[in-house]
């Protein structure tokens, strides 16, 4: 059974880098689906910052592409996350999950890590 | 850009009662990319529904799912005391590809 564990920073200063990684357990990130990064703003809804694919095929959320980078280590089954130039805006909990390489819905979710952008 | 308007807000039933979702897309979508998600505080979302009307697995025939082009719905026929979270819907489509609706509270009256 797939298993999807977020961590990393839990507080991050304004205009630094967010970095996050998502270690995935009972499952090889290198067999067929994407793995994704969604966030969730405190009381607020879901929103999908990108998803990438073994093999190099990336899916973009185009409004925030150019802030956001999103790999895989295939050595360690992790995924990583970069957010450059944070502001509050991106105070949010911060969740990995995996999606089917179809149709993309997402069948696995890790538990979420908040991340805090205040100096 | 697809936008994902759900409906209503905030919807207050009772046990027993039945509970009707909306997702409603600013453009067609593909039914096979449109899924509904269920979350409960301090939790993940969890995938109900996929391809409008797919359960996924573990997941109660209490639910259901239905629709298409641009008005999908998910269905509760009756509610468990556990079935009171908030509700997603998500597609797959136009950049910027993956998008969620805002969510819908389904609350305890």
């Known amino acids: 059974q797939v298993q999807l564990q977020e961590s990393g920073p839990g507080l991050v200063k304004p205009s630094e880098t967010l970095s996050l990684t998502c270690s995935v357990s009972?499952?090889?990130?290198?067999?067929?689906?994407?793995w994704g990064w969604v966030r969730q703003p405190p009381g607020k809804g879901l929103e999908w910052l990108g998803s990438?694919?073994?093999?190099?095929?990336?899916l973009d959320n185009t409004s925030l592409k150019s802030r956001v980078t999103i790999s895989l280590d295939t050595s360690k089954n992790q995924i990583s996350l970069k957010v450059t130039s944070v502001s509050a805006a991106d105070t949010a909990v911060y969740y990995c999950?995996?999606?089917?390489?179809?149709?993309?819905?997402?069948?696995?979710w890790g538990q979420g890590t908040l991340v805090t952008v205040s100096s | 850009e697809i936008v994902l308007t759900q409906s209503p807000g905030t919807l207050s039933l009772s046990p027993g009662q039945r509970a009707t979702l909306s997702c409603r897309a600013s453009?067609?979508?593909?039914?096979?990319?449109l899924a509904w998600y269920q979350q409960k505080p301090g939790q993940a979302p969890r995938l109900l529904i996929y391809?409008?009307?797919g359960r996924a697995t573990g997941i109660p025939d209490r639910f259901s799912g239905g629709g298409s082009g641009t008005d999908f719905i998910l269905t509760i026929s009756r509610l468990e005391p556990e079935d009171f979270a908030v509700y997603y819907c998500?597609?797959?489509?136009?950049?910027?590809?993956?998008?969620f609706g805002q969510g819908t509270r389904l609350e305890i009256k």
């Open positions: 999950a995996r999606s089917d390489s179809s149709w993309y819905w997402f069948d696995s």
């Open positions: 009972g499952f090889s990130i290198r067999s067929g689906y994407y």
């Open positions: 990438i694919y073994y093999g190099g095929n990336s």
């Open positions: 453009q067609i979508v593909n039914r096979s990319y």
């Open positions: 391809g409008a009307s």
């Open positions: 998500q597609q797959y489509g136009r950049s910027p590809t993956i998008t």
